[in-house]
């Protein structure tokens, strides 16, 4: 490609030519050559190459002028840095294009129109930096993008501002940072045709997950109209999470799905004065997702293919980072940007570094004060800096936790300095935690109110420490900072399971060495991720007679679900995908409901449904709810979410747990009460086990073998009816210990009638993390697993090996 060209077309420029068109149009071009092939759709346009910018500051001779607004500038001072950015902005806007430019421009332009059949066609102008050699972070949103531009002097206007834009305050302010010379950076302006997502939806799209860095789903982000509300994290967005492997296998792999808060969305102006507005979205539209299912796995598809397009062409794996836009005349998608993903593709997984929450739970529930969507794992502290406009940015102190309601590209610079970021507006792909990534600064966003509850000079603590949902507490919490390389941990002979409770923590956990899921709890799903008793949902009409206002909190949580046994059955069903996705293909053993019906009965409509029991520990809980004629329906829709799971998400690894069977003739009615909703042992793989926590379940071992295909130990259970004892009363906790010889007694027992029968035998109790001289009994006895929580790993991985060489297990 000759390098003295002003203009150029998308369709003829590649990733070799990022120094003439600059990074996005680059990648532009590429997909136009390269993946069109694959039905990816990209708008056709044209660059205004570097040569014309470089072209138009020498026509104006620009260059000294420039370097002498910014003779002695201190990045660090905003004031300072505002002045003159504006200075040189409107020094640039100020220039004349030379007149063989200005006629390029506009014939690339008419024949870009004809292409659409339209005398001036809509397109949205593009700035483009074109340094090969900018360090990877990508610093979201450094040059201006103008929407909506219809006409040639609109168009030239546009052009010259988006040169204009490559001395943005955070421009200048990145480059002094990282020592580049101005005029060494040029800046290429794309000009391609507008999808009309102001009457669709548009978004973000990633090959990874943002927050965890795992590298098999596609996190996919939407919101109705233009895509800038979403890119400036002025809406939450819908949140869509699309599994790789078995999308590849051509099944409906969307794992988890999310409805944002679209409240409004950005469409086109009516006027030259106004190229964009932003209006109500309607509560009709509100409720629904902005893209539909079949949608969302073919924007999946679209993006597991750039991504398999680039790492081909690097040579390496590559995530990306892709915008995407539907327009809603036309009904269909269109990839308008993709880029490499810059930060979780060099996090170094073998390196775990924890930031631990120590401070009890009781104690920091009273100091939690704002909540919202967790971005990063971090814990920080600091005192508050609310911000309402960058104008006040002066007082900002680094250190300092940055409260606002939103952030964009201007903000960048005062983002640097912050301990910590909260902002009442976004989604986990907004600018402000897109920067807070790539500056690995913990950020809460989309807390609502956090510029109206916190308190300027307010000494707070925001943790992002604890799953999906992040907190700002008041005051100093205690955590510790903890660091691993998990390659010096040493290779057990037995395998390693964990217990996981939370669908959010399970990405991140599937880093940890591991050898699967030994225990997935269903009620901590149902009790965060639904809240609502199954049965105030299957019998709603009965409750809206009996209270009216119990109903409207159903119809509020429930919104965008038109069926209330869908919204459980798909609510579970994400959380316990989640979970089987991350751990993929290892077994994962997810635990059927096992809530007492006290637990029950806290559960919205609860109290409509559940008796009072004096001991709920040993009264209507696990297996004899199953097939009991009061709660057969509502354990139906387990059935179902375990079917949606494994048959239309693929998710096959997933094997299902009995708790609490009391009797062999208990087992056999769960299996029959499974089959008459689908879900039958044996077809399409589907494996059942028992919990073994009752000294029946031990003493008949050898029948429940003839109707399961595993036991998992509960030894919490069994130590405690073993014993006699609550496990849970305080007067007899002395006498509570997994180690008891009567405990061990029976642990060794149902090993050996398991092993005796082919079956599978593995424990998922708290004794194996907490004693070592009780792991070493486990392993003596020949377990086949043992699953602990994930903060023990480390240490009972280490132990057990230990215990294995005692017993000469790796000679």
């Not at 332009?109 to 483009?128: G, I, P, T």
Request: net charge negative; proline share 4%.
């Amino acid at each position: 490609m000759a390098t003295d060209k002003l203009i150029v077309w998308l369709s003829e420029v590649g990733m070799e030519d990022i120094g003439l068109v600059g990074g996005k149009n680059a990648s532009l071009g590429e997909m136009i050559k390269g993946l069109s092939s694959k039905g990816i759709k990209v708008p056709m346009g044209f660059v205004v190459t570097s040569e014309s910018y470089y072209y138009f500051i020498r026509h104006n001779n620009f260059e000294e002028k420039i370097r002498e607004i910014l003779s002695g500038l201190d990045p660090n001072n905003i004031e300072d840095l505002s002045k003159r950015g504006l200075q040189v902005r409107e020094l640039i806007k100020s220039g004349k294009f030379p007149e063989d430019l200005k006629e390029a421009i506009i014939k690339a332009y008419e024949e870009l129109s004809k292409m659409y059949n339209q005398y001036r066609v809509d397109v949205a102008v593009r700035s483009s930096a074109t340094a090969e050699d900018l360090p990877h972070a990508s610093f979201a949103g450094q040059q201006d993008t103008y929407l909506n531009i219809k006409g040639d002097e609109t168009l030239l206007n546009a052009i010259k501002r988006c040169f204009a834009s490559l001395f943005t305050d955070r421009a200048i302010s990145y480059r002094e940072a990282f020592k580049f010379d101005h005029f060494k950076i040029g800046l290429a302006v794309g000009v391609q045709k507008m999808v009309r997502s102001d009457l669709g939806s548009a978004g973000v799209a990633f090959s990874i997950d943002t927050d965890s860095g795992f590298k098999d789903v596609v996190l996919i982000n939407a919101a109705y109209g233009l895509g800038e509300m979403v890119v400036q994290g002025a809406v939450t967005p819908d949140e869509f999470l699309v599994f790789k492997p078995t999308l590849k296998e051509g099944y409906e792999s969307i794992i988890e799905k999310k409805l944002g808060k679209k409240i409004h969305k950005m469409v086109y102006g009516t006027s030259p004065d106004e190229r964009t507005k932003i209006i109500a979205v309607s509560k009709e539209d509100q409720a629904k997702f902005a893209l539909t299912d079949p949608e969302v796995l073919q924007l999946a598809r679209w993006v597991m293919a750039i991504e398999e397009y680039y790492s081909n062409k690097y040579g390496k794996w590559t995530p990306m980072d892709v915008e995407w836009a539907k327009d809603g005349e036309l009904n269909e998608l269109f990839i308008v940007q993709a880029r490499p993903e810059t930060i979780h593709s060099r996090k170094d997984h073998s390196k775990i570094v924890t930031y631990k929450i120590v401070e009890p739970y009781e104690i920091r529930e009273k100091k939690r004060i704002v909540e919202g969507i967790a971005v990063g794992d971090k814990v920080a502290f600091g005192k508050v800096r609310i911000l309402h406009d960058l104008k006040d940015a002066k007082n900002f102190q680094a250190g300092e936790v940055l409260v606002t309601d939103m952030t964009d590209p201007d903000w960048e610079p005062i983002m640097k300095k912050a301990a910590a970021i909260v902002t009442n507006k976004g989604g986990r792909t907004c600018h402000a935690a897109i920067v807070a990534r790539e500056l690995g600064v913990p950020a809460v966003v989309g807390t609502g109110n956090a510029t109206e509850v916190l308190e300027n000079g307010q000494e707070v603590t925001v943790s992002c420490a604890e799953g999906d949902v992040g907190y700002v507490y008041d005051g100093k919490i205690e955590f510790v900072v903890e660091e691993t390389d998990i390659n010096t941990l040493p290779k057990t002979k037995t395998p390693i399971m964990m217990n996981v409770a939370s669908p959010e923590g399970a990405f991140d956990f599937s880093f940890l060495p591991n050898a699967g899921v030994g225990l997935a709890r269903e009620e901590f799903i149902i009790n965060n991720y639904i809240g609502i008793h199954p049965l105030a949902l299957i019998k709603f009409d009965e409750i809206k007679q009996k209270d009216p206002a119990l109903a409207e909190k159903i119809e509020d949580i429930t919104f965008g679900y038109e069926n209330k046994e869908e919204y459980y059955i798909k609510k579970l069903s994400y959380g316990i995908a989640k979970i089987g996705a991350a751990f993929y293909p290892k077994p994962v053993i997810v635990r059927f409901s096992d809530f007492k019906s006290n637990e029950y009965a806290n559960l919205i409509g609860g109290r409509y449904f559940e008796p009072e029991e004096e001991n709920p520990m040993l009264g209507w809980r696990g297996a004899s709810r199953y097939y009991s004629p009061q709660f057969k329906e509502a354990f139906g829709l387990e059935c179902k979410a375990i079917l949606r799971v494994r048959n239309k998400m693929g998710l096959k690894n997933v094997i299902v747990m009995v708790p609490f069977c009391r009797t062999p003739e208990e087992g056999k009615k769960v299996l029959q009460v499974m089959e008459e909703y689908g879900l039958k042992k044996g077809e399409n793989g589907l494996q059942v086990y028992v919990m073994c926590e009752l000294p029946s379940n031990v003493m008949l071992a050898d029948q429940f073998a003839e109707i399961f295909d595993g036991f998992s130990i509960g030894s919490n259970d069994l130590t405690q009816l073993t014993l006699g004892l609550d496990r849970d009363s305080s007067l007899v906790a002395h006498l509570y210990d997994e180690r008891n010889e009567a405990v061990k007694r029976l642990i060794s027992h149902v090993i050996k009638v398991a092993k005796e029968k082919g079956r599978k035998i593995g424990i998922c109790g708290q004794g194996p993390s907490d004693f070592p001289e009780f792991a070493q009994f486990l392993v003596e006895q020949g377990i086949d697993t043992i699953s602990i929580n994930p903060d023990s790993v480390l240490k009972t991985t280490k132990a057990i090996y230990e215990i294995e060489e005692k017993l000469g297990l790796h000679q």
